[in-house]
């Protein structure tokens, strides 16, 4: 059977403040700003809505899997290698908190980065097949 969803089209993170977070993400990650008020704003980016949602303190889209460990709800897909070796030297510029390049064993490699809200966001070096055919990216 095939599957019934087509794609996600709108993800929601926490917020503390709407708007410096509108702005870090408009300036650290290029999003589009297409609406925003006191309790959220809709931000336009890697080809999906996210809506930024005024949150209390402490809130994040992080979760703990069994082993205590944090995991990222997120992960971003560049095309290749370099590409992603070349953003995450953009984001240490930028002083955005990145952890190191990892081979984690599959194909391609990673790397998890943090907004100021610590929201964790996981960078894969590997285009989905769907999504490069779409785009016509080989």
């Not at 297409?34 to 999906?48: G, H, P, S």
């Not at 990673?110 to 809200?117: G, I, K, L, S, T």
């Not at 590997?126 to 999504?131: D, G, I």
């Amino acid at each position: 059977m095939k599957g019934k969803l087509s794609r996600v089209g709108t993800t929601y993170l926490p917020v503390k403040e709407v708007e410096e977070s509108a702005t870090w993400y408009a300036e650290h990650l290029g999003a589009k700003v297409n609406y925003k008020d006191n309790d959220k704003a809709i931000l336009q980016f890697a080809d999906q809505s996210f809506f930024l949602v005024k949150s209390p303190l402490g809130e994040s889209a992080n979760f703990t899997d069994s082993y205590g460990n944090e995991c990222f709800s997120v992960t971003f897909e560049v095309n290749g290698v370099e590409a992603l070796a070349n953003l995450h030297q953009d984001f240490k510029g930028r002083d955005i908190n990145v952890g190191k390049i990892e081979d984690r064993g599959h194909a391609g490699r990673n790397f998890v980065f943090y907004d100021p809200n610590g929201n964790k966001f996981d960078v894969w070096s590997e285009l989905s097949p769907t999504f490069r055919a779409l785009h016509h990216q080989k």
